[in-house]
C-alpha cells in the first residue's frame, strides 16, 4: 500500500509515535527531498536505511505510475518536508494514480500548518476553504474573486512576498477585513498576529522571516440587493466620495463585492 505521514512542521516534538515507526520499518520512502528525510530519521534517532525516492513537483506525474506498481509489493512510505503529503505538497498525482490502479492508499494523520493556523486565528472555524500559495501576480483580481466567499480562508505566502499580499488584499477585501498572519508555527519564533487588512499590511510593510499562514475571515452575508447597493455608491459618490472609495465603503457594509459594485456604479454614471 501507499502511506502517507504527516511530518512536523516545525517542532520535532510532534512526530508522532506512529511515524517514528513507520520510518524505522519502512523498506521503501518517496519523499519530497531525500536529504530531509535523512536529516528527520537521524534526528529522531532512528538507524534504519530504506530505499529512498525523490517524489518532488517536478516529477510526480512521471514517478507515480513507477511507485504505483512498486506499492502492490511492498509498503511505500510517502512523506512531504513538512505536513501532509497532497496538502499543497507533491502527493496527489500518486494518490490518483493509486486509486485508479486500484492499491491501497492509507494516512498516518499528524501536524498540519493548515489546521493549526486556523485553530489559532481567533475567526470562524466551523466552514473553511483552504486556497493554497498565493499567485505571484494579479493577486488584487485573485482577491477579489473571493469577495463573496463566506467562509474562512486559508492561503500560504513567501515571506518576501507577505507585504504586497496584505497590501493587495485590503484593496480588493477592504481595509477592515478581519485578517490573522501565522507565523513559524509550533517553532521557537512562533508569532500570531492579528487586525484589520490595513493595520497588517502596516505591521508588515518592512517584511517577515519564516513560514507564513494567512488566515482571512469570510465575507459577510449580502444584506441589500446589487441594484440597492449602486444606488447607495452613487450617493456617496455624490456627496463627495471617490468613486473607489464609496464602492469598498458600501461593500463592506452590505457584503456585495466591492468589483461589482464600482463597475456597476461606473455604468451607471
Known amino acids: 500500500m501507499i502511506i502517507l505521514a504527516a511530518t512536523p512542521i516545525g517542532n520535532l516534538g510532534d512526530a508522532s509515535r506512529r511515524l517514528i515507526e513507520a520510518l524505522t520499518n519502512a523498506e521503501v520512502i518517496a519523499s ?10 537521524r534526528a529522531l534517532g532512528i538507524e534504519n536505511r530504506p530505499r529512498l525516492i525523490a517524489l518532488h513537483e517536478h516529477n510526480e506525474t512521471e514517478k507515480a505510475a513507477e511507485i504505483v506498481e512498486l506499492a502492490r509489493t511492498v509498503d511505500v512510505l510517502v512523506l512531504s518536508d513538512a505536513g501532509m503529503p497532497a496538502i499543497s505538497d507533491p502527493g496527489f498525482p500518486l ?9 491501497t492508499v492509507t494516512a498516518l494523520p499528524g501536524p498540519s500548518a493548515v489546521l493549526t493556523a486556523l485553530a489559532v486565528s481567533g475567526l470562524p472555524t466551523d466552514r473553511f476553504t483552504f486556497e493554497g500559495f498565493l499567485p505571484r501576480k494579479s493577486r488584487v483580481a485573485y482577491f ?7 467562509r474562512t480562508m486559508v492561503f500560504f505566502e513567501s515571506p518576501n512576498r507577505l507585504p504586497a499580499a496584505l497590501a493587495d488584499l485590503a484593496e480588493a477585501l477592504g481595509s477592515e477585513r478581519r485578517v490573522v498572519v501565522c507565523r513559524e508555527l509550533t517553532k521557537l519564533h512562533e508569532e500570531v498576529a492579528r487586525g484589520s487588512a490595513a ?11 519564516g513560514e507564513i499562514c494567512l488566515v482571512v475571515e469570510g465575507a459577510k452575508p449580502a444584506t441589500s440587493t446589487l441594484p440597492t447597493g449602486i444606488a447607495q455608491v452613487l450617493q456617496l459618490v455624490s456627496e463627495g466620495s471617490r468613486l473607489k472609495e464609496a464602492a469598498t465603503e458600501v461593500a463592506e457594509a452590505t457584503g456585495l463585492s466591492r468589483r461589482d459594485l464600482y463597475e456597476g456604479a461606473l455604468a451607471a454614471r
Open 32 to 41: 519530497e527531498d531525500t536529504r530531509t528525510t535523512i536529516h528527520l530519521m
Open 199 to 209: 493595520e497588517l499590511a502596516e505591521r508588515f510593510k518592512g517584511g517577515a522571516r
Open 144 to 150: 477579489a474573486a473571493l469577495a463573496r466567499e463566506q
Open 95 to 103: 494518490v490518483a494514480a493509486a486509486s485508479a490502479a486500484g492499491v
